[in-house]
Each structure stands twice: as structure tokens, then as C-alpha cells.
């Protein structure tokens, strides 16, 4: 989008809770929900002499982030405390990685309308999540159990232009730490969350403006309507004579604008100090190497093998959205992929995004080659597919039941066609005055009669029959 002649360039810092059974520095559960204060021990809360102690299964999932999007991962980080005082830190700091982060210089590949193009990882690096404020009325009620939850943080250099680039670049990240297992990715959740830092300058110009941070904007949908809203608005101070503040933001989802919150902190507002409590992370070429063989397949190559079948790049990405996605076409047997792919998009991931009952990949490549072979039309292979979902029976059992086959009897083809020329009188006429395109009434007239099951080839040969042996007794 430009407005006014100026563009938004966008770096976003993207929060991401790692997907392990316990948080990050005690052995509380890490799981979404539960009764408040429920899941916290005296390290989630910062007790005076409790010691935190690194989860393994937090470092091996950053470090498989770090691979996913192409990230150099450091032999040795380290911790440090990032000092502020907030309800939802009892701690008064957060545990973190700032001068030594795990991951540096990766990327993350997006495709818009106008090509495809590579936005740069800055950095990942581990820490724990803070708490969780509710505000009832006047109170405001602090829950604990979100303490210590370990998080990756990812920082982009400010290579997005416009909302269609950052909506794209998230969905990207998203997809790749789904199918990387980091993470369930749930923005509703929060397991998701991000920071966009937008400024503004004029289109064709290289240099950046002032910065803003728009915080916790938890959806693509508003992380896209948000860098709009702040395009918009820095680019009318500057046209109106005044100067962008560098400030943190809020996107209000009500009036779809960005409002104030404060002044944005500094390196030194957070007064960085190391962690003492936690030794250098040590990550070798070994241990990398261990954690690359025991991730799943990326979904950029699955992506590839995917269009080196016959799918399109557009149906692939689609496919390759959501792991269960594509681990449910992975297992369809039908030899022909597009035509598979044709039904999967249509016929079944909507009855996964609705939470609908949906066949198995098995009784979808049933319908398949029941179509592919001609016993069936597409209309009756869907009618099959959904009373395999809906009725948990096998599609050719569903094509006996709800008579799906396609009619090829000759008596059965040839007692239509009585029919049909009994109901159009007039098309009779016309066909037997030599007027050819009559016939098509006639066949039109029995694939309606027969919902479309009556072999259009055996219907054609038939009616044309009929009137030529008319023709040849004049």
C-alpha cells in the first residue's frame, strides 16, 4: 500500500512459546489454561535462593527454529537478565539472551503478488515468558502460571514494505515452526505474538524514518490492518509539518487505529546484566548436526516434491498450510495427484477448518479412481466422499446406496431417451426436419432426468441413432 507517496517498512519481533512439557527454568507443566496460579513454584516467581536450571528440551527446539529458518547457531550463548518492573514479572527481571544471542543471519522466503523475496532473521534467542494480567473492573488480577514459559524471540532486519509483505512473512514463519514442531502457533493462544516496528518514507528513498512498536498485535488479519493504520498516521504528521515520536503503540481492534502506550524503552532503561545462576549454553557442531537429523522434512521441500507431482505451486502452499494438511494428502494412494488435490481442497480441508467429520485419505483416493475410471461423475464422487465422512462407510458402498453409478445399459440408456423425446416435442421435430442442434435438447433432457449419472457418450450415440435411422428410411 502507498499512501501520499510514502510506503511503511516493517521489522517485526515475533514471540513464539516453545511447545516443550515443562517451562523453561523449573519442572512446572507448560500448558495453556488451567486454574490461576496453579502452575508456578518459587522459580517461576523469583523466590529468594531458588535456582533456575535450563530446560534441554527448550534449547534443542530453539536450535531446530534456528535451522528451519536457515540460521547460523552459535557454539556458545549466554544468559542475561533484562531488568523492568511490571505486575506480571515477580521476578523484576526476565531471564533472556542479549549480547550472545543462540541463533544469528538467517532468513525466511515469502511470495506476494508482486514475486517472491528473502526477509532476514536478525536474530532468535531464548527466554522465558512473563505472566498474564486480567483486568476486572477496577482490579486487576495477576496469573502466574505463564511465568517461566520458555520463548523464542526472532528479530528481522526492517526488510518488509507494506502490511501484504509482513501478513506474509508471519504466515510463513508460522508454517515453518508447525511443521518443524517448535511450536502449536496458536495466536488466539498467545503461543504467537507480535511487535511490528513501523516507519515511513517516500517512495524510492533508502534511508529509514522514526520508529514505532506496535505491540502484541495477535492475528495476520490485524498485523496487516495495523501497519496500514500506522502508514497512514505517520505519514500525516510528517505532511502536516510534524515529527514522528519513536514510541510504543497499541492496535485497537475497535477503531482500527494505533494509540499511544509510552515512550519506547532503550538498551539502558533494561539495565542488561549476565545471568549468574546459568552457564554458558554450549550448542557444538555435533549436537546441531543430532538435532538437523531428527527434524521432519521442511515444508519448503515438501512444497517442492508437492509441485514436482503435477500440483500447482498455489494448491501446494495451500496443501502445505497446516501439518495436517499435508500429512493427509501424504497419505492418498491415487496415482493422479492434481485430481487428488482438486478433491482434497475442495471436499476436505473445509471440513477440518470447520471441525466437521471428513473421510480418510484412503476413501478419498477411493473417489478418486471411481471417477477417473468412469463409474462415477464429479458431482456423484462428491455426494460419495461426503456420505463416507458423514455415514463412516466406504464410497463405493455409498455409490450402491444412493445410486451413484454412471448408467451405461443400453435398455437403461435407451428408456431414457424414450423419455426424454416423449417430454421435448418440439426438439423431436426440429431433429427429424435435419436441425442437428435439437439433439442436444433431447440429451440435455435425460442427463437432467438422470441426475447427470447417464453416460453422455452412450446418451449422444444413442439419440443420434434415433434420428438417423429416421433420415436413412426417407
Known amino acids: 500500500m502507498i499512501y501520499k507517496g510514502y510506503e511503511a517498512v516493517v521489522g517485526v519481533e515475533v514471540h513464539v512459546e516453545l511447545k516443550t512439557k515443562e517451562k523453561a527454568f523449573c519442572t512446572c507443566k507448560n500448558e495453556f489454561g488451567g486454574e490461576m496460579n496453579t502452575r508456578c513454584c518459587p522459580i517461576c516467581l523469583g523466590m529468594p535462593g531458588a535456582l533456575p536450571v535450563l530446560n534441554p528440551e527448550a534449547v534443542r527446539l530453539a536450535v531446530a527454529a534456528g535451522l528451519a529458518l536457515n540460521c547460523k547457531i552459535s557454539e556458545t550463548s549466554v544468559f542475561d537478565r533484562k531488568h523492568y518492573f511490571y505486575p506480571d514479572l515477580p521476578k523484576g527481571y526476565q531471564i533472556t539472551q542479549f549480547y550472545d544471542p543462540l541463533c544469528r543471519d538467517g532468513n525466511v522466503r515469502i511470495r506476494t503478488e508482486n514475486g517472491e523475496k528473502d526477509v532476514r532473521i536478525e536474530r532468535i534467542h531464548l527466554e522465558e515468558d512473563a505472566g498474564k494480567l486480567f483486568h476486572e473492573g477496577n482490579a486487576t ?161 515438501r512444497i517442492r516434491r508437492l509441485v514436482s507431482t503435477g500440483l500447482t505451486e498455489d494448491d501446494a502452499e495451500l496443501i502445505c498450510s ?65 456420505a463416507s465422512a458423514e455415514e463412516g462407510i466406504a464410497p463405493s458402498a455409498a455409490a450402491e446406496k444412493y445410486r451413484l453409478y454412471m448408467i451405461r445399459e443400453t435398455q437403461e440408456i435407451a428408456r431414457l431417451v424414450d423419455e426424454a423425446m416423449a417430454a421435448c416435442e418440439k426438439a423431436v421435430r426440429d431433429a427429424r426436419s435435419g436441425k442437428t442442434a435439437a439433439r442436444k435438447v433431447i440429451v440435455g433432457q435425460v442427463m437432467r432426468a438422470s441426475g447427470g449419472r447417464a453416460d453422455p457418450e452412450a446418451v449422444n450415440a444413442e439419440v443420434d441413432s434415433r434420428f438417423e435411422q429416421k433420415t436413412s428410411e426417407k
Open 322 to 386: 497446516e501439518p495436517e494438511y499435508a500429512e493427509y494428502f501424504d497419505g492418498i494412494a491415487a496415482a493422479n495427484r492434481k485430481a487428488a488435490a482438486n478433491m482434497f481442497i475442495s471436499e476436505v480441508i473445509p471440513r477440518m477448518r470447520e471441525g466437521e467429520k471428513f473421510a480418510s485419505p484412503g476413501n478419498l483416493s477411493e473417489c478418486v479412481e471411481m471417477y477417473l475410471d468412469g463409474k462415477v461423475n464429479i458431482v456423484s464422487a462428491r455426494r460419495a466422499l461426503a
Open 141 to 301: 488480577v495477576i496469573d502466574h502460571n505463564r511465568c517461566g514459559v520458555p520463548l523464542i524471540e526472532i528479530v528481522t532486519k526492517p526488510d518488509m514494505t507494506g502490511a501484504d509483505e509482513t501478513m506474509a512473512f508471519v504466515e510463513a514463519l508460522r508454517r515453518e515452526l508447525l511443521f518443524a514442531g517448535i511450536s502449536d502457533c496458536r495466536m488466539n493462544e498467545g503461543s504467537l505474538r507480535c511487535d511490528v516496528n513501523v516507519s515511513v518514507r517516500p517512495v524510492g528513498e533508502k534511508s529509514l524514518g522514526e520508529r514505532c512498536e506496535i505491540k502484541n498485535v495477535n492475528s495476520i488479519k490485524f498485523i496487516g490492518r495495523a501497519v496500514d493504520a500506522e502508514l497512514k498516521r505517520q505519514t500525516d504528521v510528517i505532511l502536516s509539518g510534524g515529527r514522528v515520536v519513536t514510541e510504543t503503540r497499541r492496535f485497537s481492534e475497535d477503531t482500527l487505529v494505533t494509540e499511544r502506550m509510552r515512550d519506547k524503552e532503550t538498551t539502558a532503561d533494561y539495565s542488561y546484566v549476565r545471568e549468574p545462576n546459568i552457564p554458558p549454553l554450549g550448542t557444538d557442531a555435533a549436537y546441531v548436526e543430532e538435532v538437523r537429523r531428527a527434524m521432519p522434512e521442511p515444508v519448503s521441500a
